[in-house]
């Protein structure tokens, strides 16, 4: 296991409490270009999460005791962040480690706040990753986000590693539609500020939402993410994360769980 930074508070918090932290932590962001393009470094990484209901006792895959005796204790069940942190090889252009870890989930469903639901896991994915990357692309907001603190700056932080944010949709602001062709985009607004970029990674699709989390640029941030999609809507890192989340999590369900 990967030695990450020291998390700098707790994930079981209070609605204000998250909000608190998330106004104290955006004060870090550094939102300057550290790395040109994916050709610049090794390892880009992705982590996405799946979420699973398992039986009390579960909080490691495969459980920390035998998760098959506490569902016959007591049939209760607990929801669980299944997340999956996948390094990407730029040179290749595949897959070249896969890690991925289990959390109880202790924070309700609030939008804005995907931290506080899915950090546990991601960061313990992360950890068990044997070589870090040098950049981590994330399945939610960087900077684009209405406390200026997505999922992707939040783990910036407190990993240390470089980050953007990757979303399917846009989470505030507001933006024009792009052109049809990959590679068109446009500025995503926030309060008349720009936070980000609706970039069309693949033509003829929906756009993607990118924004910096830590360690890039807003234009900066565009360009590398579309260095990193090929045929497809997702890039490369996030989308395997995002499909071997699915696939675990499937694997959980039928194995009796």
Known sequence: MHTLS?????FDVSYAEAKRIQMELRTSLDLVDTIGSPEDIDLVGGADVAFVALPGGSSAYGGTRSTRTAARDDGKRELHALAVAVTFD???REIAETAYA???VRFPYVPGFLTFREGPAVLAAIGELKTLPGVMLYDGAGI?????LGIASH?????????IGCAKSLL???CEEPGPEKG???????DGHPGGVCLRTRQ???PMYISPGNGFSIEGAGRFVLGLTGSFRLPGPTRAAHMLAARRKAELLASGL
């Open 6 to 10: 020291t998390p700098i508070h707790s």
């Open 90 to 92: 730029t040179k290749r």
């Open 102 to 104: 289990l959390s109880p």
């Open 144 to 148: 684009a986000h209405p406390r200026g």
């Open 155 to 163: 783990m910036a932080l407190l990993t240390g590693i470089p980050s």
């Open 172 to 174: 505030t602001g507001v």
């Open 184 to 190: 068109d985009w446009t500025y995503i607004f926030l």
């Open 204 to 206: 003829g699709v929906k």
